[in-house]
């Protein structure tokens, strides 16, 4: 099943989630170090990680659910996608919870609380990518429905471009 947004050739969800990833893990990292070393630069630096992680979070959802709204009703794939979608929106929630603890912090210091949320979010965050994994590599969601290992490029819907290339 093709996904229903794509950029040259490829989809959009995909491509968008490394970047909150990457942000709010590397925030629970420096939250992590902060707790260790007491540097306020730290604590900083995973205040605005997580900024921008929830930004882009929001951002890969919207291109998510127009993917889930073309999956066919009552298959697995459905329903795993609806638990992926649902159980990453509990994980920009528990990493909301841990920004907006640190609102009115010096250096935006996390203490405890805010590092469990995200230390929570980021624990769901595995279970949700996993099953990201699942729809694409069990079952195919957004894959092309002329995928193969000769197929040839993205970019070229019209012969034009070498499928060796």
């Given at each position: 099943m093709e996904s229903r947004v794509k950029l040259l050739g490829h989809p959009v969800h995909p491509m968008l989630i490394v970047f909150p990833l990457g942000l709010l893990s590397t925030a629970v990292?420096?939250?992590m170090l902060y707790l260790v070393t007491d540097n306020g630069d730290l604590a900083t630096f995973s205040?605005?990680?997580?900024?921008?992680?929830?930004?882009g979070g929001l951002l890969a959802a919207v291109f998510g659910l127009i993917d889930w709204l073309g999956i066919p009703k009552a298959?697995?794939?459905?329903r795993i996608g609806a638990f992926h979608g649902v159980g990453n929106l509990v994980v920009v929630t528990l990493f909301l919870i841990s920004f907006l603890l640190r609102l009115n912090r010096a250096e935006y210091q996390p203490d405890l609380l805010p590092f469990v949320f995200a230390l929570a979010g980021a624990a769901l965050a595995l279970v949700t990518a996993w099953l990201g994994g699942e729809l694409v590599y069990r079952l195919r969601v957004a894959v092309d429905d002329d995928a193969n290992l000769d197929a040839g490029s993205s970019l070229d819907r019209d012969g034009l471009v070498d499928a060796r290339s």
């Open positions: 990292v420096f939250d205040f605005w990680a997580l900024a921008a992680g929830l930004v298959t697995r794939a459905k």
